[in-house]
């Protein structure tokens, strides 16, 4: 499909599948295919609650609505229960990234927590060798470029945490792109995990922070304020706080955001009340993302497509958080630049046009940029009563 007579073509299923994307907050272990768990299970000669594919859906909730976060991560015990050899560490990151290709996804950033995969005695470094291989493997077939994001878990030890942050300092530059902190975040703050922040942090180094998902604006704060925060996971509960959603738009924070996950797991009612489109209307950098892709049974060309359907984005809308999603990307610069450059021509080809914002300076309406960059015009007073 291309559109190269200038017409905008309509929004479908196929086209946003073409579309070049982004999948930014994607967890290894909630993305397997389900033909795997159950080989890998086989092979392992490990139990699962079901072994057929119908049985092992139903067992994880596949797609269907969790009474809270709680009850949706679950369904990773089952998942990581095949998940503790080299060999299927390396297969699961593959088929993640292969997947994601497949659906025209270019850039792919997969977060896990190596200490869940420790239970048959591999150490840190050899799971996390193992993911980085699958995921280079992947790249070396096809056109995707990767990256892994470490999670610490709120729940667990801060000691873990601190372990795992310090794995992710060892592979900067070799794989490992960012820090995360994921799991149960009611009752669990982020700043008892401070001193792993500090430590990423000091070797300037990316973090994202799952954040604003089970919880309220107060834990946004804390990823962004006690752990420096460079994107936030989720960001659902963001729209509470008008002060913190200016803070974060004024920053370019870029949320992470994961529709068809928040309303698994019911941090929405129902996706037409989700709020990125608030968020988007207010310029908050947002991308769409899976966030689980097999256990929330979906993919971003989905997500792209429950965006327009239940939220009104048009194709040019699509476009821009499409290129919000690359922006957000945990890249160095140069990269991202040619990168982004690429991502415009292919939006170009398949849509009639650039996307909005990707236009040459002296061709922007004074009107769009409004008056922020004006200088004060007569005399400058300040109102002394008021300061
Ligand atoms: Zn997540």
């Known amino acids: 499909m291309s559109a190269k007579n200038g017409k905008s073509p309509a929004v479908t299923p196929e086209l946003l599948h073409q579309l070049p994307k982004t999948d930014l907050h994607c967890h290894l272990d909630g993305s397997m295919r389900l033909s795997t768990i159950l080989e890998l299970a086989e092979k392992q000669r490990v139990r699962l609650p079901a072994d057929d594919a119908p049985g092992l859906a139903r067992a994880i909730h596949q797609g269907e609505r969790c009474k809270d976060l709680v009850e949706y991560l679950k369904a990773f015990d089952i998942t990581c229960s095949v998940l503790q050899t080299e060999d299927a560490l390396e297969r699961a990151a593959y088929e993640l990234a292969e997947d994601a290709a497949r659906e025209n996804v270019w850039h792919l950033e997969v977060r896990y927590?190596?200490?869940?995969?420790?239970?048959?005695?591999?150490?840190?470094?050899?799971?996390?060798?193992?993911?980085?291989?699958?995921?280079?493997?992947?790249?070396?077939?096809?056109?995707?470029?990767?990256?892994?994001?470490?999670?610490?878990?709120?729940?667990?030890?801060?000691?873990?945490?601190?372990?795992?942050?310090?794995?992710?300092?060892?592979?900067?530059?070799?794989?490992?792109?960012?820090?995360?902190?994921?799991?149960?975040?009611?009752?669990?703050?982020?700043?008892?995990?401070?001193?792993?922040?500090?430590?990423?942090?000091?070797?300037?180094?990316?973090?994202?922070?799952?954040?604003?998902?089970?919880?309220?604006?107060?834990?946004?704060?804390?990823?962004?304020?006690?752990?420096?925060?460079?994107?936030?996971?989720?960001?659902?509960?963001?729209?509470e706080d008008g002060d913190l959603l200016a803070y974060v738009t004024d920053r370019r924070i870029p949320l992470e955001v994961c529709l068809s996950s928040n309303e698994q797991t019911s941090v929405v009612d129902e996706l037409s009340r989700h709020p990125l489109r608030l968020y988007f209307d207010v310029g908050v950098r947002v991308s769409v993302n899976t966030d689980n892709r097999l256990i929330t049974d979906t993919t971003v060309s989905k997500e792209l497509w429950l965006a327009h359907q239940h939220l009104g984005f048009t194709l040019e809308e699509l476009k821009v958080l499409i290129v919000q999603g690359f922006k957000s990307a945990f890249l160095p610069y140069r990269e991202k630049s040619a990168l982004m450059r690429r991502v415009n021509d292919q939006l170009a080809d398949l849509t009639g046009s650039l996307p909005r914002g990707a236009v040459l300076a002296r061709e922007v309406d004074r009107e769009d940029v409004g008056h922020a960059f004006d200088p004060p015009s007569g005399e400058f007073k300040i109102d002394t009563d008021r300061v």
């Open 113 to 239: 927590a190596p200490i869940l995969h420790t239970r048959r005695g591999l150490s840190l470094a050899r799971i996390n060798d193992a993911v980085i291989s699958g995921l280079k493997r992947a790249a070396r077939q096809y056109d995707i470029t990767t990256g892994v994001i470490l999670c610490g878990i709120r729940n667990m030890d801060p000691r873990d945490s601190y372990r795992l942050a310090e794995l992710a300092v060892a592979y900067k530059g070799r794989g490992v792109m960012a820090f995360d902190l994921a799991g149960g975040e009611a009752g669990n703050p982020a700043k008892d995990h401070q001193e792993s922040f500090a430590l990423i942090l000091d070797n300037n180094m990316n973090t994202t922070v799952h954040a604003g998902e089970a919880y309220g604006p107060a834990s946004i704060k804390q990823a962004l304020h006690y752990c420096g925060a460079h994107r936030i996971g989720h960001g659902t509960r963001l729209a």
